[in-house]
């Protein structure tokens, strides 16, 4: 989206998000008067873990990362938000402070509703609220699935399981089942992972040595074997 988002085109760009369909034009229209929207820069940071609650956010466009930070300044991203997704809402809800930083992974359009009046906006939402349990729900399962792949795998099967998921959310189908997407920086997949850029960099140049990836400059090809392993 080249242009700044104002707050009253959001009714139209909300309409396009699979999380609102079955939302009326009338209530979208309410929410989109509540909505403060702002361009972030890459790398800005919007809350820091232990904030109080004050805001639950949308991605218009752009992504952001919650991480959890150690006080060496070590990071692990906890989860990850693209277009038309929700963050903030768990501490909107119970009223407990910020659990993870949140923080842009790139230049971000985001709407910004205050707590209260988005709670209040979604309790008359009967429509909205299986839909949004089903996505609470689904992060949740993300986050058991992290966890487990942090206790019981090596680093290496991590960055690898990783690379798969990245490919299957925004990859592209090809020829011969393959999928191709860009990867992100050797520091991105070192947080996700919780590792090391240096250790990323090398355990990296491993996996394109192997059958299951490929790899020009920041392109990464999956072989159809790979995808076969990841269902096994």
């Known amino acids: 989206m080249s242009r700044k ?36 820069p890459k790398n800005n940071i919007l809350f820091y873990q232990g904030d109080a609650s004050g805001s639950v956010y949308v991605v ?27 963050f903030g809402l768990v501490s909107a809800l119970d009223g407990g402070p910020r659990p993870a930083n949140a923080i842009t992974l790139e230049p971000s359009h985001l709407a910004k509703f205050e707590s209260a009046a988005f709670l209040a906006w979604l309790e008359r939402e009967q429509t909205l609220h299986l839909a949004l349990l089903r996505e609470l729900g689904r992060k949740m399962r993300q986050a058991y699935a992290r966890i487990g792949e942090h206790a019981l795998m090596g680093v290496k099967e991590r960055l690898l399981s990783a690379l798969l998921d990245i490919a299957d959310k925004e990859g592209s189908p090809e020829a011969e089942g393959e999928i191709v997407f860009t990867r992100p920086t050797h520091q991105e997949l070192a947080s996700r992972i919780g590792s090391s850029r240096e250790v990323v960099s090398r355990l990296l140049k491993e996996l394109l040595e192997s059958e299951l990836l490929q790899a020009e400059g920041r392109v990464i090809r999956v072989s159809e074997s790979a995808l076969i392993l990841r269902e096994d």
Do not use: W
């Open 5 to 40: 988002v104002k707050p009253h085109d959001f009714h139209a760009i909300a309409r396009e998000f699979p999380l609102f369909k079955g939302v009326s034009d009338d209530a979208l229209a309410e929410l989109a008067r509540l909505a403060v929207c702002h361009e972030y």
């Open 60 to 86: 218009i466009t752009g992504r952001v990362k919650l991480t959890l930070m150690n006080e060496e300044g070590r990071e692990v991203i906890v989860s990850s938000y693209g277009s038309g997704d929700f």
